[in-house]
Nanobody
Framework: VQLQASGGGLVQAGGSLRLSCAAS????????MGWFRQAPGKEREFVAA????????YYADSVKGRFTLSRDNAKNTVYLQMNSLKPEDTAVYYC????????????????????WGQGTLVTVSS
């Protein structure tokens, strides 16, 4: 599967953005999809993941209650709705996919994913 992320931009603290990740291929529903982010000078970190069709959704503690991951398998698209944004949410956001059914512990780390989008920059001003 090939992934293309979009929707980043500049927003004030407290604002909202919705990121989209469009996937090519007919097997999207069989992929666990995730979002990661990487701030300048920091390592890439897990944000959220949604197991393939009918599965569970998981969030990093830092975004729980503010971000919502959803997926539309008919449109081969996964979304990340980000509300109550904070300056510390500033980062390049990447969508990722894996067709392996890993346990949650592994879904939180980047090497579990074998498909990556190009990244979209989110900047939150204070």
């Amino acid at each position: 599967v090939q992934l293309q992320a979009s929707g980043g931009g500049l927003v004030q603290a407290g604002g909202s953005l919705r990121l989209s990740c469009a996937a090519s291929g007919r097997t999207f529903s069989m992929y666990t999809m995730g979002w990661f982010r990487q701030a300048p000078g920091k390592e890439r970190e897990f944000v959220a993941a949604s197991r393939r069709s009918g599965g569970s959704t998981y969030y990093a503690d830092s975004v729980k209650g503010r971000f919502t991951l959803s997926r539309d398998n008919a449109k081969n698209t996964v979304y990340l709705q980000m509300n109550s944004l904070k300056p510390e949410d500033t980062a390049v956001y990447y969508c990722a996919g894996t067709n392996s059914d890993y346990e949650l512990r592994l879904l939180r780390v980047a090497p579990a994913y074998n498909a990556w989008g190009q990244g979209t920059l989110v900047t939150v001003s204070s």
